[in-house]
């Protein structure tokens, strides 16, 4: 079964400083991964996405995360927080098997950036 | 083109009433999905749709229903709602090609008293 488990549920950092935030994914197969940011009481954007291709992905707004199989971890960064950054951060999953594309969420990470 | 829309923003429910929420996308996309989101659990499937006609159960299925009569359209029904389905529920859609990525609603605010 397709899992992800995210490692921080809070993570606060200045501005101006790096952000890492972790994630650790399960799957039986070579998954697709995705990090999702919802900005409070918004709906939720695609970061960045990795299917396969490129171990090391760029997303919007500064963002990237690294594919290590080896690890099976996810984790996304950012070199230098800004204050827009201030969101719920989502890793998650993709499951092929049921023919749907279904998702499967981490529990998310609260990201504060102070001034 | 709008995107994924939901329909509507708000609502509050009394227990044991019912309601219809309406999801709409105008990208031609083959599946669709409801979603509810609650407090430290993340998003959690409840049904999905991999075309016009067809349904399915996702992770918590139990107290909803489902319809997806047109290919733009998936409906989402609670027939007797409960406290327990106060929540935020966001619809998606996407498409059976390439990168499996889903587009989300800005989603349904639901209180249950």
């Known amino acids: 079964a397709q899992s992800v488990t995210q490692l921080d549920s809070h993570v606060s950092v200045s501005e101006g400083t790096p952000v890492l935030l972790r994630c650790n994914y399960s799957?039986?197969?070579?998954?697709?991964l995705f990090w999702y940011v919802q900005h409070p009481n918004k709906g939720l954007q695609l970061l960045l996405k990795?299917?396969?291709?490129?171990?090391l992905v760029k997303g919007i707004n500064g963002f990237e995360a690294e594919f290590k199989k080896s690890e099976t971890s996810f984790h996304l960064t950012k070199p230098s927080a800004h204050m827009s950054d201030a969101a719920e951060y989502f890793c998650?999953?993709?499951?092929?098997?049921?023919?749907?594309?279904?998702?499967?969420f981490g529990t998310g990470t609260r990201l504060t950036v102070i001034p | 083109n709008a995107g994924v829309t939901q329909t509507p923003k708000f609502r509050v429910l009394k227990t044991g009433q019912s309601m219809t929420l309406l999801c709409a996308q105008d990208?031609?996309?083959?599946?669709m999905y409801w979603y509810r989101q609650d407090p430290g659990m993340g998003l959690r499937l409840i049904h999905y749709?991999?075309?016009?006609?067809?349904?399915a159960k996702g992770e918590v299925p139990d107290g909803y229903n489902v319809s997806r009569l047109k290919k733009q359209n998936f409906l989402l029904g609670l027939e007797s709602a409960a406290p327990s389905q106060t929540s935020v529920y966001f619809c998606?859609?996407?498409?059976?090609?390439?990168?499996?990525?889903?587009?989300f609603g800005p989603g349904t605010r639901l209180t249950v008293t």
């Open positions: 998650v999953v993709s499951d092929r098997l049921t023919g749907a594309n279904n998702l499967f």
């Open positions: 799957s039986s197969y070579s998954p697709s």
């Open positions: 749709s991999v075309g016009e006609g067809t349904t």
């Open positions: 990208m031609n996309h083959e599946y």
């Open positions: 990795y299917t396969s291709a490129a171990t």
């Open positions: 998606a859609s996407g498409t059976s090609m390439g990168t499996y990525e889903q587009y």
